[in-house]
Each structure stands twice: as C-alpha cells, then as structure tokens.
C-alpha cells in the first residue's frame, strides 16, 4: 500500500507581503506522526497550507520524498476541521470521486468506495448525503475520501476540533487503526495537548507567530487505551503545560513534596 513520504522544511520562511507568519526546520520520518501545537494564529495552517503547496515559500524548501511539493502533485492530501464534502452527492459518491480523480476504473469505483465506508465503521451509509449525516460521519467520510487519494502524508488541520468528546476519542482511536494499516506519513494540528500526548510520535511546539520551533518532545508512540493515566504520560503533559505557559515550570521540590512517585514523574531524567 502506499507507505508514507519522508517531509523536509528546511528554513523554511512563510509570509503574508511584509508579515511574516513561520520560520521552521523540521524532519519527518516515512510513516511518523508529528504534532503541531502552538498558539492560535501562531502560524500552523500556514505550514500545512504551504506543505499541500497551496502557499509558496518565501525562502527555504518544502519536500516531500526530497521533491519540492510544488511539484509533488498528489503525495500530500489535506484534512480540515470542516469537512469539505459535496454536499450534494452521498457519502458513497463523494468517495467515488476521489477514486476517479485517482484514476480508478468506473466499474471498480462503487465496491472500493463501499470498502473505505466499512474500514471507517459507515458500513451501510454510503447512500446519505452529508446533511443527513453527524459532525463525526462527515468526519469519517472525508478520512475515506482523504484514503482514497492513497496519500502519502497526510496535513490534518485540527481535523477533530469540532467534535465533542466522545466522538473525538473514537476518531483518534479510527485514526490510530488506519495509520496502522497506511503507515502514512502525518502532520496533525490541535490545540488539544491530549490529543497531542495521544497520537504523536514527536510533539513539536511553536512559538507564536512568526510559528518557530520552541521546543520538540518526543513521546514513546503508547497509543494504547489508557495510556494518557500512565505517569510517563504526566510528565510530557506537564512538560508541554509549562512550555505553553499554562502551568508554572516544573521544579521538582515545589510540584509534589509528599510523594516521591509523582515527582519523580513530573522531573523526568532529561
Ligand atoms: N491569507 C492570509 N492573508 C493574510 N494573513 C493571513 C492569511 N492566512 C493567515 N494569515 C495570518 O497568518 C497568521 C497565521 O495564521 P494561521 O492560520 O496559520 O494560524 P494558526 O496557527 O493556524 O491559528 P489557529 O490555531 O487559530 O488556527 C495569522 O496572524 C493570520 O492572521
Ligand atoms: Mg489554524
């Protein structure tokens, strides 16, 4: 199947006329999944937007598999936070026509689309419009839509950001078990440290704008129910926390003075 791509920013610099809005340096893995999270209007769907070549550099390179992405057509496909379905055509056939713009024969088109439905759980729905669908179907939909693309990487912009709780966590679980099969190569966008903690292999935070790199974490890819409750989960939430500034940084003598375990979670051996 189609293996993720490996993405480049290399001093990269975007900007709006005399604005400028980011300056990063960043290397991502084939198959590895990257968080974005900083300050709102810091810069992050400008990165993303620049990366499905939709925004050209001001200096510095974008690649995807060592090609600038102006001119790597169909490797990169966007998710957004609203989905962007047709709303006139069925779940079905928006699916279709991300088949046909791939190029897939007419004939083959309905039993592949029928196949994305099931693998996103919207087995037996592929004849509702998008109206007649929740914010999590629509959700789904453009995640089997966005498949049928077969990308490479995939830009997702806070993709989640619009649903409520439980269907958000049954979202990251679907996506976790997609990646999975894919190993598709992702950029994910949230505001949301735990979704961050969650889905990230590497967590990168951004200053506000002009979006920098503040700092990277890395996260050892747990993925797995209930990890998020796990002490070393603590310690890179509050590690994230106190670079956002949300909570003081962590000194260990101020944090947890009666309970050796927990501060010993929230210190780390970094
Ligand atoms: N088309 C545009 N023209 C001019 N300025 C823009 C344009 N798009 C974004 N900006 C500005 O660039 C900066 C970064 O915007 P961007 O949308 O990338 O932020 P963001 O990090 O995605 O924010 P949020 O978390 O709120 O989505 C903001 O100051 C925004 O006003
Ligand atoms: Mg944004």
New binding site residues.
Partial sequence: MSAGARVRLEGLR?A??D?P??EVDLDVSPGEIVV?L????????????ALAGL?RPVAGRAEVDGEPVGDAGGMCAMVF?EDALLPWRTAGRNVEYALKLRGVPRGERRRQAGELLTQVGLDGFSGYLPGQLSGGMRQRVQLARTLATRPRVMLM??PFGALDAQTRSEMQRLLVSVWQQYWTTILF?T?DVDEALLLADRIVL?TP???RVAKVVDIPAPRRPGAQFEPEFARHRYEILASMGEVPSAEPSQMAPESPAGTRALTGTE
């Avoid at 900083?38 to 937007?49: D, E, N, Q, W």
Wanted: proline residues 7%; positive net charge.
């Fill in positions: 975007l709006f006329g604005m809005a980011a974005l900083g300050p709102s209007g810091c810069g992050k769907s400008t990165i993303l937007r925004l936070q912009d806070e966008v505001h951004l704008r002009p979006a």
